[in-house]
């Protein structure tokens, strides 16, 4: 993915943009998970454009060099001149408070909101922090995306200790075309923009596939203020973690107000859910599947039945 050879290995942390949508499958769709069910219709499937990245050569930069790692490092983009249009037009965007170079690799950006830099207020309360990745041959891969608890400083050795724990993490592998969000006790994933489920996470072992959805990972405002942002670009996020986070809210208080027996009833389908998934699915799928067929004959015309 580069401009020419002189731009090899530089990478691009930018937030990659494009996305369209599709309408929804059909509600019940066989292909979407088990506790997809309690809140909402089936997943449906989005066209995303190609996620594109821009690289760019380093010259001019106002940075600090580390003689023995070819290390720089800038602060504000100021004194920056942009050999490449493209990154120009990304960066004017997504403006990064900080970055950390190696030679001609860029390693990390940072983002935040910056006084008197309105291009920033996008950032909100979030500080954010893009690592690139790599292949083993130096071709850029991708990023992951991770909430900070405070800004950068000349000890990068710290920057692990600054992540907020419990935050969601946003992976984009660009070579293989998945997006993830995570936290330490679950992820979700997409291909392209086909939403291919949520698992539990245990001791760093992912299980329990079909029992959770990527909608679980909302927690609190944060969680949604941050995925809400994410959605502008990534359009999948906001119909199957966003609506469905909202829908599941929106059901859990009806059935707060509703009778005991409605409440009773949905208890029973949660049990029976969590104790047989698959064989609660079939059941739900037949009784669908009759109910269509004896509507169907029930409105055939006198003497064809």
Not at 36 to 42: E, F
Not at 137 to 156: F, K, L, R
Request: charged share 30%.
């Amino acid at each position: 993915m580069t401009e020419n050879k002189n731009d090899k290995g530089i990478a691009s942390v930018i937030y990659n943009q494009g996305c369209a949508e599709t309408n929804a499958n059909e509600r019940f769709d066989k292909n979407s998970k088990c506790w997809s069910y309690r809140y909402y219709g089936a997943i449906g499937l989005i066209f995303i454009l190609t996620i594109t990245t821009t690289w760019y050569g380093t010259n001019n930069f106002a940075n600090k060099v580390d003689e023995k790692s070819d290390r720089k490092v800038i602060w504000f983009d100021r004194q920056r001149e942009h050999p490449s249009e493209g990154f120009a037009k990304v960066d004017e965007k997504f403006p990064a408070g900080y970055e950390i170079w190696e030679g001609s690799k860029l390693i990390e950006r940072w983002h935040w909101k910056i006084e008197n830099d309105p291009r920033t207020d996008q950032f909100g309360d979030f500080i954010l922090r893009c690592v690139a990745k790599y292949s083993d041959d130096g071709a850029y891969i991708g990023y992951t995306e991770y909430q900070m608890s405070d800004y950068p400083t000349e000890e990068h050795e710290k920057f692990e200790s600054l992540r907020k724990p419990d935050a969601l993490v946003f992976h984009l592998s660009t070579k293989k075309g998945f997006v993830i969000l995570s936290k330490p006790t679950l992820t979700a994933k997409w291909k392209g923009a086909k939403y291919m489920g949520a698992e539990k996470i245990s001791d760093g072992f992912p299980h329990s596939k079909n029992h959770v959805h990527a909608s679980m990972l909302i927690e609190n405002e944060t969680d949604l203020t941050y995925v809400k942002w994410l959605a502008e670009r990534f359009k999948f996020l906001q119909k199957d973690v966003v609506n469905a986070y909202l829908a599941k809210k929106d059901f859990e208080e009806v059935l707060e107000n509703a009778p005991e027996a409605t409440q009773d009833a949905w208890s029973n389908f949660v049990d029976q859910m969590n104790s047989d998934c698959e064989q609660t699915q079939a059941y739900i799928e037949n009784k669908w599947r009759n109910r269509k067929i004896k509507d169907t004959a029930n409105n055939y015309p006198q003497g064809f039945q």
